[in-house]
């Protein structure tokens, strides 16, 4: 019967919206409430301070290497590329412009996704899952403000912070294998990067992005720590969609974000 | 003059998306007594448990704690009166990143503004009482579960509460650690001078210390008394339970169709 198997397509495709609004509509709630309930986070600096060790901190050191090799690789290629019109002088522009704009933040956001997303949604998951949140209610603490909104502050703080160490580790890279192994002049390399970068365009553009990738993937680690089910393929899962959805929403986010800062540059 | 009854229940219901949990339930709890709510797995003793606390809403009927309506508090009411309650989870729940002395400070620390020194010898107290002073360094991770067990029962005695709830306090504990953790529930519901509720399906511990017995099954009472009515009880559902048998009015089988069914035998003939 095929106008039954169109009704049980609309049914589902209906149903996967609503499903999709309802979870949408949720998570902007828990987000309200996850603002709302901020006031602690920075009247015990003490409980953002740790988690800014445990999401920042402990990143520091696959952020650091990342950023390192993925500069290196830029020197490499940018020189393949600016020696064929003459222009290898102007590698440390290249290299720069592409940390500080793009690969700084949105790499940074992607390995932060991966190594303290992941954990957040995880340790939050499991909380759940061996009734530690159900406990805090029962004592009359609230878990948002107790759990949640240290651990989101901590990452909308670290995440600039990672992306601008990423950034300044990948330009060495880029000085590594562009001055010193290949031999492109030092002065040029250095005083084409300043010419070029604009504190403005540039620098601030790159920290702002970085900042709204930082919410975007720690308010997704959250909720869906908060929201898995309380069992081992809930968690499970509940990790796998939060670097899905963060790599996601960092990279449509990143697209939205440029065409706002760089359109006519 | 405070009610004799700490909590009361009053035709109770509580349905969860169309499928009826708990039909009817009338509770009285008095004050100073330790009453046990057993039945089988999944007859609605914790969700009853759960209603008691706050953390469920009832669908009709009533809870009163300390004669106030649970299911109509708003969340500060129900945080101020869940300061006045201590659960102890199945497993425990201790936050498995702090020690055991910050497990059983936290309290202290998020609802009161005792200074440091004052806040140790509380906690040194509390873990005294279940004798694991000397474990006031560990991690939840070092811990037996008999072990765990009693720090979150210190835990949750922390501010002294007037109820405390216990959420299968027996499961999974070698013969020693159920001895002392039954011991310790009844001693300290008399030291605090505290009301106690167990829900739990442990009948041979709960018996021994329990004042009072609700018998739950199917979502309703379907017996109560004291320890010695429940072990001398003719109810069909209660004798099956207290004597441990196979069958009886709880079947062995999961409803199903006929076996011959799921065999093919009926197919495999006609073939």
């Known amino acids: ?265 | 003059m405070p009610a004799e009854n700490l909590v009361e229940i009053s035709d109770l219901n509580f349905t969860y998306g169309k499928r009826p949990i708990l039909k009817g339930i009338n509770m009285k709890i008095p004050r100073g007594k330790l009453v046990a709510i057993m039945g089988l797995s999944g007859c609605g003793k914790t969700t009853t448990l759960r209603l008691i606390g706050g953390a469920l809403k009832p669908t009709t009927g009533s809870v009163k704690v300390a004669g106030k309506e649970v299911g109509g508090m708003d969340p500060e009411d129900l945080y101020k009166m869940r300061r006045k309650m201590g659960m102890l989870f199945q497993f425990g729940a201790l936050f498995t990143d702090l020690s055991v002395y910050e497990n059983v400070a936290f309290q202290m620390r998020e609802h009161t503004d005792l200074p440091e020194t004052v806040i140790r010898d509380l906690v040194m107290m509390k873990l005294h009482a279940v004798g694991l002073r000397g474990a006031h360094k560990l991690m939840p991770s070092e811990l037996s579960g008999g072990m765990a067990r009693r720090v979150a029962l210190a835990r949750a005695i922390a501010l002294d509460p007037m109820l405390m709830m216990y959420d299968e306090p027996f499961a999974g504990l070698d013969p020693i650690s159920l001895s002392v953790i039954g011991n310790l529930i009844r001693h300290l519901n008399d030291a605090l001078g505290a009301t106690s509720i167990i829900v739990t399906h442990d009948i041979q511990e709960s018996l021994k210390i329990v004042d009072y017995v609700y018998f739950m099954a199917e979502g309703v009472v379907v017996a109560e008394g004291s320890a010695e009515d429940i072990k001398a009880s003719k109810l069909p559902y209660v004798h099956q339970f207290v004597w441990g048998e196979i069958d009886g009015p709880v079947s062995f089988h999961y409803p199903s169709p006929p076996y011959r069914n799921d065999l093919l035998l009926e197919s495999a003939h006609a073939a």
């Open chain 1, 1 to 265: 019967m095929p106008h039954r198997k169109v009704g049980f397509g609309l049914r589902s495709i209906g149903g996967a919206v609503v499903d999709g609004v309802w979870r949408l509509g949720y998570a902007s709630r828990f987000f309200l409430m996850t603002l709302i309930s901020s006031g602690a986070s920075f009247r015990r600096i003490h409980l953002t301070i740790r988690e800014i060790y445990f999401t920042g901190v402990m990143s520091l050191i696959i952020i650091l290497v990342s950023g390192l090799f993925v500069g290196m690789v830029l020197g490499l290629q940018g020189y393949e590329t600016l020696q064929k019109y003459g222009s290898e002088s102007a590698l440390g522009s290249l290299v720069a412009l592409s940390l500080v704009r793009e690969l700084g933040p949105v790499l940074a956001a992607l390995l932060f996704a991966s190594r303290a997303g992941s954990a957040i949604t995880a340790e939050i998951g499991l909380m759940k899952a061996t009734e530690q949140i159900a406990a805090m209610e029962m004592m009359a603490v609230d878990p948002i403000s107790r759990v949640v909104a240290p651990r989101f502050w901590a990452g909308v703080i670290s995440m600039p912070l990672l992306a601008a160490m990423f950034s300044a580790v990948g330009v060495f890279g880029g000085y590594l294998v562009g001055v010193v192994l290949i031999g492109v002049d030092e002065g040029s390399f250095w005083s084409q990067m300043q010419a070029a970068v604009d504190f403005r365009q540039d620098i601030v553009n790159g920290v702002i992005k970085s900042v709204v990738f930082g919410i975007a993937v720690t308010a997704i680690a959250l909720f869906e720590g908060y929201d898995a089910p309380p069992t081992a393929e809930g968690v499970s899962h509940a990790t796998t969609r939060t670097v899905v959805t963060s790599a996601l929403a960092v990279l449509g986010l990143d697209f939205i974000l440029t065409v706002f800062m760089f359109r006519g540059v």
